[in-house]
């Protein structure tokens, strides 16, 4: 397994911002550090209330674009879906503390973890 060098993480997070905006050009990404990226998509309801597996399946897919990018191993974990500015804030910490636990070793829906 790498070393997560800092130059290096931030070069692998750049090589993953690109391929996002070649996949989803409306997806705002932002690397925070070297090692954390955070993602930003528009989330619509669906009308049989399926939201939590719509998720689950963006996750999946937002994994497996990320792992083709990626080299080193990371965490990308899911925040709650919050509506306007403060709910965006929210749904960050909410990922945060996911990816929290699932560094932890726990076992969580909202995380996907990438070993390359």
Known sequence: MKA???DLALAELQRAQSALAARWPALLTAVITPREMAML???????AGGEAAQARRRLG???EVLAQALTM???LA?????PELEGAASSYESARR???VGASGSRSASCFRITN
């Open 98 to 100: 996911a990816a929290r």
């Open 4 to 6: 997560c060098v800092p």
């Open 73 to 75: 191993p990371w965490l």
């Open 78 to 82: 899911m925040g709650i879906a919050l």
């Open 61 to 63: 897919t937002l994994g």
């Open 41 to 47: 998509d528009r989330f619509e309801p669906t009308p």
